[in-house]
């Protein structure tokens, strides 16, 4: 694989990303729990941040960019633990692929590549940390109750990304 499809690649995935964060954000509106919609819609949002930032260091390049089809994202769960267990899922899938990225760009000698891609990594374990953080509380507190009143209430609190 060359950098360009690998930089593409990993464009795609973070759109992909957030639409998957929208599906959620969607699906806890029907529970009404305005904080944890909130909570997605900006991870939503940053995930299309970190999107326009590789579709930049593409062009910046003079690179092509390939934008791919976005799949369609699920709006229904069967819990909340589900839907942070989905976005656990796809962070430790966007975190793998960052790092293949990274050993890509090793190979080619794409040592420019570098500094976005440690920036991406570092971000990772921040996405990682944070994801797990709520889904841990759930599993602590359950999914109803005083609880998660105030793990919702604490999820809206939650600032853009700087």
């Known amino acids: 694989m060359s950098m360009e499809k690998g930089l593409n690649d990993q464009l795609n995935m973070e759109f992909q990303a957030a639409y998957l964060y929208l599906g959620m954000a969607a699906y806890v509106e ?8 909130h909570w997605m819609q900006e991870q939503a949002k940053e995930e299309v941040g970190h999107a326009m930032r590789f579709y930049s260091f593409i062009t910046d390049r003079g690179m092509s960019v390939t934008l791919k089809g976005i799949e369609a994202a699920p709006t229904t769960y069967s819990s909340l633990t589900e839907v942070f267990e989905s976005a656990l899922e796809n962070e430790k899938a966007v975190t793998q692929s ?3 990225l990274y050993r890509l760009a090793d190979t080619e000698g794409d040592f420019g590549a570098h500094p976005l891609l440690e920036e991406f990594a570092v971000e990772q374990l921040e996405e990682e940390k944070s994801v797990t953080y709520v889904l841990d509380a759930l599993r602590r507190i359950g999914e109803d109750g005083t609880g998660l009143f105030l793990l919702d209430r604490d999820l809206s609190q939650r600032q853009p990304e700087a």
């Open 30 to 37: 029907t529970l009404n729990l305005p904080g944890f919609a």
């Open 98 to 100: 960052i790092h293949d």
